[in-house]
């Protein structure tokens, strides 16, 4: 009886051995996690995603798909590769994609790169509008857009290039900056 009381002490030593390993090892883990964060690692990453976003009416207001997104904790930004945006309006729609994107924390901002395509058609007009560009930044909230590098918008046989472009949906302009060369076609008279 008297031997079995002399191996508590070890077992105790045992258990706080034991128990000293796990801590020090899931305090490893915590460690690599941070330092992940801190280096710029990824936290998220989504492959062949569908985002939908409703608008308080229960209208369906964008539709984003994207081969990959990835997101970064150190500084909250979300970075998509090949986005391909849907915006719905009442009376309009306006697709946009690029090779990829960024977005701002918050979503405040979605910055677009590498072979810009905007196209906007609006009800009862035939003829879409098309954007250009190597990059464009886009405010969703507020409707605005803005680009600064060189820019081809195209309306049926209306074309028009720029360095750069800044728009307001909200107010409706469009203002094209430096350069600006316009081409619009003449219209051709019906002889009656």
Known sequence: ???SYRL???????LIAGGSILLEQSTRVDDSAGEAVRSGAPDFVAER????GFGVDGAERYELLAE???HFP??????LHQPRLLLRAIGSETRIVAQGAEVSPGGEQVDFAGGV??????EGDPRPTTLRSETLSVWPESHRARSDTPVQLTQGASTATALGLRADNLFGTLELIGNVEVH???RQ???S
């Open 49 to 52: 995603t569908r985002i939908v």
């Open 68 to 70: 990959t997104i990835v």
């Open 74 to 79: 150190a500084d909250d930004t979300i970075r």
């Open 189 to 191: 008279q019906n002889p």
């Open 117 to 122: 395509r905007v196209d906007r058609r609006i």
């Open 184 to 186: 619009m076609p003449s």
């Open 1 to 3: 009886m008297q031997a």
């Open 8 to 14: 508590y002490p070890a077992i105790a030593l045992a």
